[in-house]
């Protein structure tokens, strides 16, 4: 199994532009989840799924936007980037509490 | 909303040492308790949870303790190595399945040889 995935590993945008981050999962969880990880601040939920064809909002969902057409993936758009979302962004999936957590998308927007 | 805290933000311990950080918690209703380690370009990763039905848990070298009336829960972790130097996050949740998580800020813990 590769877990979760995520890609790309590292992302450079301009302000006003509009990319999809990709994250799939191959251990079947229904669950699965965006978290982004700002310097002392952990990680905050911004949108999340349980299930294909269900998403819901988390603490931070302003400026992203999230669909769920199949079990396996989970992509997370920003729809106009702003320095705002310079940030790591982690991907997991879980079933039954344990969350695994992909290796992590690290963005900066100019 | 929840609101989890998480003290000290930093730790430096020296090898063989115990180390001990501790989250506070604010909603009443949190049943599920998880720590997660974080090593450096990596994504977290479970080392222990406890749940609200439970007071304490062991598991080798790391143990968590939990005190609901406090609202408060703590991981130790004995005979700390050089290996342990990493973030840890401590996180609470209040779903059936714990999965819609409040994390604190993290405490970066560095073992010093």
């Known amino acids: 199994n590769a877990g979760v995935t995520q890609t790309p590993k590292f992302q450079v945008l301009k302000t006003g532009q509009s990319m999809t981050l990709q994250c799939a999962q191959d251990?079947?969880?229904?669950?699965m989840s965006w978290y982004r990880q700002d310097p002392g601040m952990g990680l905050r939920l911004i949108h999340y799924?349980?299930?294909?064809?269900?998403?819901d909002q988390g603490e931070v969902p302003n400026g992203y936007n999230v669909s769920r057409s199949t079990t396996e993936d989970f992509p997370l758009r920003l729809l106009s980037a702003a320095p705002s979302q310079t940030s790591v962004y982690f991907c997991?999936?879980?079933?039954?509490?344990?969350?695994?957590f992909g290796p992590g998308t690290r963005l900066t927007v100019l | 909303g929840e609101n989890v805290e998480q003290h000290p933000s930093t730790l430096s311990v020296q090898e063989g040492d115990s180390a001990v950080i501790k989250c506070t918690y604010s909603?009443?209703?949190?049943?599920?308790f998880p720590w997660y380690k974080q090593e450096l370009g990596k994504g977290p990763q479970l080392i222990i949870d406890?749940?609200?039905?439970?007071g304490e848990k062991k598991d080798q070298r790391i143990a968590v303790t939990l005190n609901k009336t406090a609202k408060h829960f703590s991981l130790h972790i004995t005979e700390t190595q050089p290996e342990d130097s990493a973030v840890y996050f401590c996180?609470?949740?209040?779903?059936?399945?714990?999965?819609?998580?409040?994390f604190g800020p993290g405490t970066r813990l560095s073992v010093l040889p």
């Open positions: 251990m079947n969880h229904e669950y």
């Open positions: 406890i749940r609200s039905n439970v």
């Open positions: 996180a609470a949740s209040a779903d059936n399945y714990g999965q819609n998580f409040v």
């Open positions: 997991a999936s879980s079933a039954k509490n344990e969350q695994f």
């Open positions: 799924s349980v299930g294909a064809g269900i998403t």
């Open positions: 909603d009443s209703a949190s049943n599920y």
